[in-house]
């Protein structure tokens, strides 16, 4: 049951096509490195494709029929999008799902202090992290500052050239006896996250004249003042470019491969549909890095409220029916795998492990101490997912996480098996997961695109 290495599959035709997609995927990285800005990244190239928002749909009281795309966004964080098949919708959808939130550090509420004519920003990290990854590194802020009077201001600083950047410190190796012997969970600690963001103290000030010249920086610059920050959502992310990675150039190290490599393919999958007979669906969500919570997570209502709505657009809503479309749907529930990693090949079982290059990863089961809380997928499924594969000539492989009983993870897939539809966890591997800088690689985005294309048209 070995699988080969994709890369010796493709002509020149394919090879132009991988690389198109990689460059565009880069691209779609550097420009959405919060959950917000992917989302929307994702409206723009979807109005591009023709696309039209639901909501304006409902107000013009327009009915939609086969052929006609819509999307709907949650909060600017969370976006549906349907493509209307031919067949009857009553016999369910076609879904891909994935997540656009990423771990990564978010400023506390009150998050401005001065220390020794340092001024810093107070973090509370989000998702999992290994803490002592985030020290020494350029660093960016992303987000939105929301004032009372309701008006937004778009924040991104670090990104740009001319930027300044933030960055945490680490202590000297000189001076690190004591902190070397500590376990690596409390090298760096999650209070000492805090980000270095001036030094310069205003003039003829008394008490913490650095803080306030940063205050008045923020006001200048963007209009903001210390009390804004309670009404803020900013987002600390490593800063600069996702990048092309090996001599070969055929893998990409970026911030927020997890999961934004599954969402940007299967979004560019749903897009490049000409004609669907299952309508198609797209899920991008937020918040699975904890626990896909609030209204903007997978376990929101909005998911079902926008189906209900598309129905009533089409004229065909009732309770039973939106019920049927749900039970009757089949979902690929898209999150990164494990790459085996040999530089640690004890946490890894060879026979049920994705490999780099090997294509997409199907995930039967996800889940931890003895698969709970995973959604483990129907045999009869998997079937149907295989024969769907070898039709469409796409490289596929099946993993676990890593070794029994040394972990694990969840996924989105549960949720959305609530309303009795085929759910399957599958996705891209990526190495050093969670870490600032994560790698993938091409041959499996671009499979990736294909299986997601394969499965809308099935
Ligand atoms: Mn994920
Ligand atoms: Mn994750």
């Known amino acids: 049951m070995e699988r080969t290495n994709s890369w010796g599959n493709y002509g020149k035709k394919q090879l132009t096509e991988l690389e198109k997609l990689c460059k565009n995927y880069r691209h779609f990285l550097d420009r959405g490195k919060t959950e917000r800005e992917c989302v929307k990244e994702a409206v723009h190239l979807a109005q591009d494709a023709g696309f039209r928002s639901l909501d304006e749909v409902i107000k013009k009281k327009e009915t939609l029929k086969a052929g006609d795309k819509v999307y709907a966004v949650c909060m600017g964080k969370t976006i549906a999008l349907f493509h209307i098949g031919s067949k009857d919708i009553e016999k369910g959808m076609n879904i891909l799902g994935a997540h656009v939130d990423s771990p990564r550090l978010d400023l506390k509420q009150n998050p401005l202090y001065e220390d020794t004519e340092l001024a810093y920003l107070d973090t509370h990290y989000y998702g999992g992290i290994k803490k002592y990854q985030w020290v ?42 004591e902190q070397l012997e500590k376990k690596a969970a409390k090298v760096v600690e999650g209070e000492a996250l805090n980000l270095l963001i001036g030094n310069m103290p205003l003039a003829d000030t008394e008490k913490d004249a650095v803080k306030a010249n940063i205050l008045k920086l923020l006001q200048e610059q963007y209009g903001i003042e210390e009390e804004d920050f309670l009404s803020a959502e900013l987002e600390v992310v490593p800063a600069g470019k996702a990048r092309d990675c090996g001599l070969d150039r055929s893998m990409i190290l970026a911030y927020g491969h997890d999961d934004r490599v599954c969402a940007y393919t299967s979004l560019e999958a749903i897009l490049d549909m000409k004609k669907v007979k299952r309508t198609a669906c797209c899920i991008l969500v937020d918040k699975e890095e904890i626990g896909s919570v609030g209204a903007t997570g997978m376990q929101s209502r909005f998911f079902e409220n926008t189906v209900a709505e598309l129905l009533n657009c089409m004229g065909e809503y009732s309770e039973l029916k939106l019920r049927r479309v749900l039970a009757n749907s089949r979902m690929l529930s898209s999150d990164v795998s494990a790459a085996y990693d040999p530089e640690f090949a004890g946490a890894f079982e060879k026979k049920n492990t994705a490999y780099f290059s090997r294509g ?20 009869e499924y998997m079937a149907q997912l295989r024969a769907a594969m070898e039709k469409h000539e796409v490289a596929f492989q099946t993993a676990e996480l890593g070794k029994v009983d040394f972990g694990g993870g969840g996924t989105i897939a549960y949720i959305l098996a609530l309303y009795g539809m085929q759910v399957i966890d599958c996705g891209v591997a990526v190495l050093n997961m969670h870490a600032p800088w994560e790698i993938v690689s091409k041959a499996d985005v671009y499979e990736a695109k294909r299986c997601y294309m394969a499965f809308l048209s099935e």
Do not use: M, Q
């Open 136 to 177: 020494t590194i350029p660093l960016a802020i992303h987000g939105v500052v929301v004032k009372k009077d309701g008006s937004v201001t778009d924040i991104c600083i670090g990104e740009r050239e001319e930027d300044p950047v933030f960055c945490i410190t680490d202590l000297l190796v000189h001076l690190s006896g």
């Open 360 to 379: 997409i990863v199907f995930n039967k089961y996800t889940g931890a101490r003895g698969k709970s809380g995973s959604n483990d997928a129907n045999a």
